[in-house]
């Protein structure tokens, strides 16, 4: 009887066991881009500009004590885009995707509201694929554009 009950622990609870403490081996691929808001209008416009050599993170904390847990660093590519790789699951922390700093001095202010986006870096929220999207993040130039009062113009409604 004891061979028997040695057998089932070997065969069925021990590889269990094992594979719950093993890391994922699909990371995540969190993707994002930085832009300037040249017109300093706190959204996206079409005279906003992409900010190549932007440095962004990634950091989850804990939700009851925000301490933070996890942080990894990239910078954007030619575009103004950023491709972050997260190995771990991180299913009950807040984790954010934010702005750490501008090569572009001029343009070099994070956008309230714009300064970080939030990530779901979890398989258990029903999101088959491993890549996750940041809403764009963006930084205002210290003076707006000359034109932008005729940009932003065409933004207004009439109600």
Known sequence: MAAKVFLLIALCILPALVSGTRPSR???????????????????????????????????????????????????????????????????????AMLVSSPQRNCATPSPGRDKASVMLTRSNGIASDTRYANAMGFMMDQPMSWCAQLLQQYQTDD
């Open 26 to 96: 699909n990371p995540f691929l969190i993707k994002g881009r930085v832009f300037c808001d040249t017109c300093r209008a706190g959204f996206e416009t079409s005279a906003c500009t992409s900010i190549p050599g932007a440095r962004v993170r990634i950091e989850c904390k804990l939700r009851d004590s925000l301490q933070l847990v996890y942080s990894v660093e990239g910078v954007t590519d030619s575009a103004g885009s950023y491709q972050l790789m997260v190995n771990e699951d991180h299913e009950d922390q807040l984790c954010y």
